[in-house]
Nanobody, 119 residues
Framework: QVQLVESGGGLVQAGGSLRLSCAASGRTFSSYVMGWFRQAPGKEREFVASIRWSGGSSYYADSVKGRFTISRDNAKNTVYLQMNSLKPEDTAVYYC????????????WGQGTQVTVSS
């Protein structure tokens, strides 16, 4: 079983930056795909970004392209989400997730971290 723990959320003004971290433990992640999702109040959870643990291929939702960057530190088993030029509509609970590359289902989730962007 994979354990994921997010940190780094908080309150920031529009135009500001935050960096979220996701520490992974419990399995070998050399081939896992890691992702970030978010859920705003009254809305469904949505994909934000993903990255392969090895190889570095990354993907982003159109709404965050050019502003957010996903990265990983294999030595620390940690995935990051650098969020710049934040907007009030980025306000949500952000979740880290993991899945094997051959499985389309995100089977492991963190507890979430709140990001609030004030206007």
């Amino acid at each position: 079983q994979v354990q994921l723990v997010e940190s780094g959320g908080g309150l920031v003004q529009a135009g500001g930056s935050l960096r979220l971290s996701c520490a992974a433990s419990g399995r070998t992640f050399s081939s896992y795909v890691m992702g970030w999702f978010r859920q705003a109040p009254g809305k469904e959870r949505e994909f934000v970004a993903s990255i392969r643990w090895s190889g570095g291929s990354s993907y982003y939702a159109d709404s965050v392209k050019g502003r957010f960057t996903i990265s990983r530190d294999n030595a620390k088993n940690t995935v990051y989400l650098q969020m710049n030029s934040l907007k009030p509509e980025d306000t949500a609970v952000y979740y880290c997730a993991a899945r094997p590359p051959s499985d389309p289902s995100w089977g492991s989730w963190g507890q979430g971290t709140q990001v609030t962007v004030s206007s």
